[in-house]
């Protein structure tokens, strides 16, 4: 059977190699061979993908901050489309990466109508959508959608889509995560040491935007606290010299690890980060976080104009449960003071801790139950 699977930025290939490790479960299981070919990084390509092209470092949020990707996002969908051309699969998987996966399944569904496309993590339009014909688009040439949170299922079917709830693949990727304590031993950090955790970037734009703000949040922590250690898990190794730089810069006592996410994250006391699925994982592991996004002041502008104060939250930890589990600090708001004032309340008062503690488990009911992306794999290989 040969599937073509398509994703983008780094959350998408982590995503793509969960899944694909399943498909491959799944088919085993049931007697037969896979065949991928994918859009998709590194990862997938370890769990035996065949990547078309490189999207691991492609992406961006905003209108200014999309500029620089445009060129090459259109290049790799060309060069998908192509592939599928002369190549129809028997069964396409779309996660994520709106823009191009939108116009791939259009493609399939003008071109091969009898291939069908699966979408697994569809856009967000159920939180930001400011009008139905982006929905109207996605449900069209979707053959089934795969939904990861109740309100996305509960949108996309009121919407005309055949969908079904199968919880968040966080579910499945967490169930195996280090303690705290074997977190720790792992990365030489003592029971009684501060450590904080420092999120900047999984895409480029971050780099710019966020890295400086949350630098000077972790230096007013580092001056109250002066035996406190930052830890700052390297998302892509073409960030590194920024990163390294601004460590400097601001004279931070902070590590910089590769290839050990989870350790980093289940190790900290408390966690700096910016908006997105990080946010899930922290709270999969219990460490309290304070979520910071900025855009272009120019983005910003346009979304307020268009979009009105509709999007109620950005962190997906707040939005699953559409109220205040985390603080999280937007534009303007993303201040060095706020962040400092919210990561130190964290820290030292044990009231706040336990109820963002005690929220972190409701948030959990609603991302299902452990075995989802078995689940994912299952609906798929179904639709062949």
Not at 67 to 96: E, G, S, W
Not at 265 to 271: E, P, Y
Request: contains cysteine; neutral net charge; charged residues 20%.
């Amino acid at each position: 059977m040969r599937i073509f699977l398509s994703t983008g930025e780094v959350s998408g290939d982590l995503q793509g190699a969960l899944l694909i490790t399943a498909l491959q479960r799944q088919a085993t299981d049931a007697g037969y061979k896979l065949e991928i070919v994918a859009l998709g990084g590194d990862k997938m390509a370890a769990v035996g993908a065949t990547i078309l092209g490189d999207t691991s470092g492609i992406g961006s949020m905003g209108i200014i901050e999309a500029l620089p990707y445009f060129i090459p996002t259109i290049q790799v969908q060309r060069r998908a489309i192509a592939y599928l051309k002369q190549n129809p699969p028997d069964l396409v998987v779309l996660i994520d990466y709106m823009t191009p996966n939108i116009g791939i399944g259009s493609y399939m569904s003008e071109h091969f109508p009898d291939v069908p496309v699966v979408y697994y993590i569809a856009p967000q339009e159920w939180v930001w959508s400011t009008s139905f014909e982006r929905t109207k688009r996605i449900v069209s040439f979707t053959d089934k959608l795969l939904a990861i949170f109740p309100e996305e299922a509960r949108y996309y079917q009121e919407k005309g889509a055949k969908v079904s709830w199968v919880g968040h693949p966080l579910v499945d990727r967490m169930a195996n995560a280090p303690s705290r304590e074997v977190a720790r031993k792992s990365l030489g950090i003592k029971p009684e040491q501060i450590a904080i955790s420092l999120l900047p970037a999984s895409r480029g734009q971050e780099l710019k935007y966020l890295l400086p703000v949350i630098f000077q949040a972790a230096q007013n922590i580092q001056s109250k606290l002066p035996k406190v250690h930052f830890w700052i898990p390297l998302s892509l190794e073409i960030f590194r010299d920024k990163i390294e730089k601004g460590i400097q810069d601001y004279g931070l006592q902070a590590t910089i690890v590769s290839g050990q996410q989870q350790e980093v994250l289940a190790a900290a006391d408390v966690a700096i980060t910016k908006s997105g699925t990080v946010n899930l994982e922290l709270a999969l592991l219990n460490v309290p976080q304070v979520v910071v996004y900025r855009l272009s002041p120019f983005t910003a502008w346009v979304a307020r104009k268009i979009l009105k104060g509709s999007i109620p939250f950005a962190s997906p930890v707040n939005l699953v449960v559409m109220r205040e589990i985390v603080p999280e600090f937007l534009q303007e708001q993303a201040t060095a003071e706020n962040i400092t004032q919210a990561a130190m309340e964290l820290l030292l008062n044990p009231e706040k801790r336990q109820k963002t503690l005690a929220d972190y488990q409701e948030m959990r009911q609603c991302l299902g139950e452990l075995g989802v992306c078995d689940r994912a794999a299952k609906e798929i290989l179904e639709m062949r």
